[in-house]
Nanobody, 126 residues
Framework: QVQLVESGGGLVQAGGSLRLSCVTSERTFSVYTMGWFRQAPGKDREFVAAINLSGSNTYYADSVNGRATISRDNANNTGYLQMNRLKPEDTAVYYC???????????????????WGQGTQVTVSS
């Protein structure tokens, strides 16, 4: 069982930035695709970004493309999501997830991921 722990959420004004982190104690973190998803109240969980095993390929939802950067540090079993120029509509609980080798189009499908963190709240005020 892979355990994932997110951190870095908080309250930020529109236009600001946050960097979310996802830490796992799993030494095989590098064999997993890592994804970030978010869920706003009353809405379905939606894909935000994903990164492949080596970090050479990244994938973004249209809604965050150009404002988000996903990265990973396999040596420290940590993944990151840098969010810039935040908007009120980015307000949600953000989850990191780990899954098997994924690529387009399945990389954006939440049910493909095997392990999930507990989430971290991001609130963007206008």
């Amino acid at each position: 069982q892979v355990q994932l722990v997110e951190s870095g959420g908080g309250l930020v004004q529109a236009g600001g930035s946050l960097r979310l982190s996802c830490v796992t104690s799993e030494r095989t973190f590098s064999v997993y695709t890592m994804g970030w998803f978010r869920q706003a109240p009353g809405k379905d969980r939606e894909f935000v970004a994903a990164i492949n095993l080596s970090g050479s390929n990244t994938y973004y939802a249209d809604s965050v493309n150009g404002r988000a950067t996903i990265s990973r540090d396999n040596a420290n079993n940590t993944g990151y999501l840098q969010m810039n120029r935040l908007k009120p509509e980015d307000t949600a609980v953000y989850y990191c997830a780990a899954g098997p080798l994924l690529t387009r189009p399945t990389v954006s499908e939440a049910h493909r991921y095997l392990y999930w963190g507990q989430g971290t709240q991001v609130t963007v005020s206008s």
